[in-house]
T-cell receptor
């Protein structure tokens, strides 16, 4: 029944490791996003995909690479993790970027802690 | 650049009414959304305004004035469970549709 799901919910890892976060939505939406929320709760968009195509790629280090195997999935792979990557990562989806109204549905978040 | 401003914190008592303001500077503006986020939870959609005026959804209402680049979220009959962070988000078009979130307003509801 979960609309937008993410795994894992918690991720604790060492600096320098590579990790992936998975996201799936069962809402039939065309557009998916990755956000980073830091300790000050600021929500910053990282990537946006529309129907498996990259639409938005904000200023994010190359160590972050999104992959969308189909429009229901958007995964995030992070290479060479750094302390500053510690944050909560939210996946979200919306129906269609072309609409004049957009409601985003967020996943539960992945709490990443880099030691 | 695109930006939104909202107060960092607001405190109110149970049963009261509180207004959280949001001013925005975005080109290609389409509409303003509001999201609620409880501690440890995910942001959840509350409302969206594309036209000027007030939209009411139960105890929550949202207002937009496009000429003033200003909106607010009004919460009535405050309950303890309303203690959360509230984000305004501007939906705009510059070579593609995008959304930018404000920094969030932390609402504390006291008994």
């Amino acid at each position: 029944d979960t609309a937008v799901s993410q795994t894992p919910k918690y991720l604790v890892t060492q600096m320098g490791n590579d990790k992936s976060i998975k996201c799936e939505q069962n809402l039939g939406h065309d557009t998916m996003y990755w956000y980073k929320q830091d300790s000050k709760k600021f929500l910053k968009i990282m990537f946006s995909y529309n129907n498996k195509e990259l639409i938005i790629n904000e200023t994010v280090p190359n160590r972050f690479s999104p992959k969308s195997p189909d429009k229901a999935h958007l995964n995030l792979h992070i290479n060479s993790l750094e302390l500053g990557d510690s944050a909560v990562y939210f996946c979200a989806s919306s129906q269609d970027l072309r609409g004049a109204q957009e409601t985003q549905y967020f996943g539960p978040g992945t709490r990443l802690l880099v030691l | 650049g695109q930006s939104l401003e909202q107060p960092s914190e607001v405190t109110a008592v149970e049963g009261a009414i509180v207004q959280i303001n949001c001013t925005y500077q975005t080109s290609g503006f389409y509409g303003l959304s509001w999201y609620q986020q409880h501690d440890g939870g995910a942001p959840t959609f509350l409302s969206y305004n594309a036209l000027d005026g007030l939209e009411e959804t139960g105890r929550f209402s949202s207002f937009l004035s496009r000429s003033d680049s200003y909106g607010y979220l009004l919460l009535q009959e405050l309950q303890m469970k309303d203690s959360a962070s509230y984000f305004c988000a501007a939906f705009y078009y510059t070579g593609g549709f995008k959304t930018i979130f404000g920094a969030g307003t932390r609402l504390f509801v006291k008994a």
